[in-house]
């Protein structure tokens, strides 16, 4: 009950803060674009939007979220209710989840013609999207932008060994790069076993990431340090 109630707060919060008008504006960028692309290049410029924007939304928005709650002294108020800090960092990655899913459906339907893998493509996005940045230990939004940084070059240029090169497989170490083999896969077609094991890796990858993310939050937010 308490996850749900955090859930409907965070949308509410979202709503009124703009995220959603920013990212319906944004969506509509790519709708248009995509829509003028050759169809040729569907199968490889669709994918790669959907990995890039709506899976991503987490990486950039969740942080920045936490980070904008934290200056405005939302947390202040946060650590003396009854809502436990996990449920306050789930509630944060729902509710931005469900914008990515709903972006990348949209942008799927009006720009790509082929047949797909939808079930594919719904956990590529949702194991992909809930990796986000911890934004405890920076104390202004400037800082948190500038150390985004490492971590967005980190889970991006990884990706680029899907182009194909000697021991590029090493490379799906990165979740980053196993999420995009889902999404590629979801356009293109991928063998169940290989997304299987993408998904089964992505997984555990989150749950690790969650309660790593909930101690730095702990740590660093509601204990005052």
């Keep these: 009950m308490r996850l749900l109630n955090a859930l409907r707060a965070d ?3 979202q709503f009124k803060q703009g995220f959603y008008l920013v990212y319906l504006l944004l969506t509509l960028v790519y709708m248009v674009v995509l829509a003028r692309l050759p169809r040729e290049w569907e199968s490889v410029a ?5 990995f890039s924007d709506p899976s991503m939304v987490g990486f950039f928005f969740i942080g920045a979220i936490v980070m904008l709650e934290k200056v405005q002294g939302v947390l202040q108020y946060v650590t ?3 809502l436990r800090s996990i449920e ?3 509630a944060k990655v729902i509710s931005l989840t469900l914008v990515a899913l709903t972006a990348g459906v949209l942008i799927t ?10 079930a594919v493509l719904l956990v590529g996005i949702t ?14 939004m400037n800082q948190y932008f500038i150390k985004m940084i490492p971590y967005m070059l980190l889970i991006v240029l990884p990706c680029f060994s899907v182009v ?4 590029s497989w090493v490379f799906n170490i990165f979740p980053s790069v196993a999420g995009l083999h889902l999404v590629l896969g979801a356009y293109n077609g991928i063998p169940v076993l290989k997304a299987l094991s993408f998904v089964v890796y992505l997984v555990a990858a989150n749950i690790l990431l ?16």
């Design 80 to 82: 003396v209710t009854p």
């Design 88 to 90: 306050y960092l789930l």
């Design 109 to 118: 339907l009006a720009t790509y013609q082929d047949s797909l893998n939808w």
């Design 46 to 50: 669709v994918p790669l939007t959907v």
């Design 127 to 140: 194991l992909t999207s809930s990796f986000f940045v911890a934004a405890a230990n920076c104390t202004t």
């Design 164 to 167: 194909g090169f000697p021991y």
């Design 210 to 225: 969650l309660f790593y993310v909930e101690k730095v939050f702990d740590r660093m937010v509601t204990k005052g340090e």
């Design 11 to 13: 949308i509410r919060f």
